[in-house]
């Protein structure tokens, strides 16, 4: 099982940043892909961004430029810069981790956090 965590979240100006973070704990052999998508009142879930073990990332055309999504392998954190913040990614932010159980892939994990609010206003 994986457990993630979110931290990070909060209330920010227009054109401001916020860090979130993503605690992974649990019995797993590797989280393979960890992402963050997010959630607006109304709306479903999108992608905001993924990151592979190996480093690759992606990103959802309306944060490039804006977001960056890293990771700490050795911790199983990943996190979330967001600069030039808007109103419009106001939203419930979620952590997502992908996850093999053993070494021979016979497990397989997919996880979410609780969730954590960024609202973006003046």
């Known amino acids: 099982q994986v457990r993630l965590v979110e931290s990070g979240g909060g209330l920010v100006q227009p054109g401001g940043s916020l860090r979130l973070s993503c605690a992974a704990s649990?019995?797993?052999?590797?989280?393979?892909?960890m992402g963050w998508y997010r959630q607006a009142p109304g709306k479903q879930r999108e992608l905001v961004a993924t990151?592979?073990?190996?480093?690759?990332?992606n990103y959802a055309d309306s944060v490039k430029g804006r977001f960056t999504i890293s990771r700490d392998n050795a911790e199983d954190t990943v996190y979330l810069q967001m600069n030039s913040l808007k109103p419009e990614d106001t939203a419930v932010y979620y952590c997502?981790?992908?996850?093999?159980?053993?070494?021979?892939?016979?497990?397989?994990?997919?996880?979410w956090g609780q969730g954590t609010q960024v609202t973006v206003s003046s």
């Open positions: 997502n981790g992908n996850a093999w159980g053993d070494v021979l892939r016979t497990r397989h994990y997919d996880s």
């Open positions: 649990g019995s797993f052999f590797r989280i393979y892909v």
């Open positions: 990151i592979k073990d190996g480093g690759t990332t």
